[in-house]
């Protein structure tokens, strides 16, 4: 070997020795960093959910939703829309759509209503007028809520749509079917639509044999409403869900170094994020709801990661909950303690005015569902809206 080639080797190894330790020292940062970010014992919003800051977020007077103006769509937080066959609206959409009450899908319509006896909309109950086809089952005699439950089991679902029952009680109100209950009628309701699809006609002729054994195993008579009229209600049930069908995002992009997965996903959960078995991280609303969730962006064998984005299911959060205020400062705390920026999905700094723009046209949105009767974070929206 020649003295030549013997440098060669020398200089390689250390060029190889000094890059692999230049690696360890980053890494070795980048970890100290976020321990470091999370060790303040200062109250942050992170710890208090329930209650979340939206100082620094001015919100403008409510006015009729507009979308936003088109020459500045990169600023915008991105609002993934599901459209009637379940594709994603393309990279150039960033905004909420709310609907207008001259502009809204109409719901079910009195003369569309599948409903052939008269129940006014209960949404704390099972079987919900505005968002069920109602089929009144007359019973031949009173029954004990014991005896049918078995019975009624038997058909929990048709297709993904959920089938319930009510009974009506000696007092003529009506109940879930319950053990000890004594009911003089019963109602049965399948949901009409949800996320994926309405109603379709083999999941109405499932329900109506499913429905005619279990009458004829309990002594009752069912009132079905015409196909054709469920079809129509189903159908405009579900355009209003796809056109309300709205999640807002923001990211947090790395300034430096990645941060080590290790060490972040520790940190966050004791600021207060639950860890899901999928690898998603939720921020509870303190009741037992998701107020919003966390991914961090990488695969379960990354070690680093440098960005984390942040999502607000729209929909299925109260608007008492104020869950894009709480999304918001969220974000900027993550960003001001890991040394990161609030961006879009087009990696394209989120500014405060813009922000602000966007909380406007959530209150507007939330009011668009208020005047549906379908109000964001209700059982009726997270019947819908799953």
């Not at 999370?38 to 507009?66: A, C, I, K, N, Y």
């Not at 303690?337 to 609030?342: E, F, N, P, S």
Request: hydrophobic share 40%; aromatic share 4%.
């Amino acid at each position: 070997m020649t003295d030549l080639q013997t440098s060669l080797f020398v200089v390689g190894g250390a060029i190889i020795v000094g890059v692999v330790s230049y690696n360890k020292w980053q890494e070795h940062k980048a970890k100290k960093s976020v321990e470091r970010a999370f060790s303040t014992s200062h109250e942050d919003v992170l710890m208090t959910p329930q209650t979340p800051s939206t100082e620094g977020v001015e919100r403008p007077e409510r006015h009729e939703p507009v979308l936003f103006e088109p020459e500045t769509p990169s600023d915008s937080v991105t609002a993934s829309e599901v459209t009637q066959d379940n594709t994603a609206l393309s990279d150039e959409q960033h905004a909420i759509e709310p609907q207008g009450a001259e502009s809204a899908v109409p719901l079910v319509t009195p003369e569309q209503a599948p409903i052939t006896a008269p129940m006014p909309p209960q949404p704390e109950l099972p079987v919900d007028g505005l968002i069920d086809c109602v089929i009144p089952l007359a019973l031949e005699a009173s029954v004990r809520g014991d005896k049918i439950l078995p019975t009624l089991q038997n058909l929990r679902y048709v297709g993904n749509k959920p089938v319930n029952f009510i009974g009506e009680d000696a007092h003529g109100g009506f109940e879930p079917i319950a053990h000890g209950g004594i009911y003089k009628s019963l109602m049965a309701g399948v949901q009409m639509a949800n996320r994926s699809n309405p109603l379709n006609e083999i999941e109405y002729s499932e329900l109506v044999i499913g429905l005619r054994q279990i009458c004829d195993d309990v002594g009752a008579e069912p009132d079905f409403p015409d196909m054709t009229e469920v079809m129509q209600g189903a159908r405009a049930l579900h355009q209003f869900v796809v056109e309300h069908d709205a999640q807002l995002g923001v990211n947090i992009q790395s300034k430096g170094a990645p941060w080590a997965v290790s060490t972040l996903m520790s940190a966050l959960t004791r600021q207060g994020f639950d860890a899901l078995p999928e690898g998603r991280l939720i921020m509870s609303d303190g009741d037992g709801g998701v107020l919003f969730s966390l991914s961090i962006n990488a695969s379960a064998t990354s070690e680093t990661t440098a960005r984390l984005t942040l999502l607000l299911d729209v929909p299925r959060v109260a608007q008492s909950r104020d869950g894009y205020g709480a999304m918001v400062a969220c974000a900027r705390s993550l960003a001001s303690r890991l040394g990161g920026v609030v961006v879009d999905d087009s990696n394209q700094p989120l500014a405060d005015a813009h922000l602000t723009e966007i909380a406007g046209q959530v209150d507007a949105f939330y009011l668009d569902m208020e005047n549906a009767e379908i109000q964001a974070g209700s059982l009726r929206a997270l019947r819908l809206f799953s």
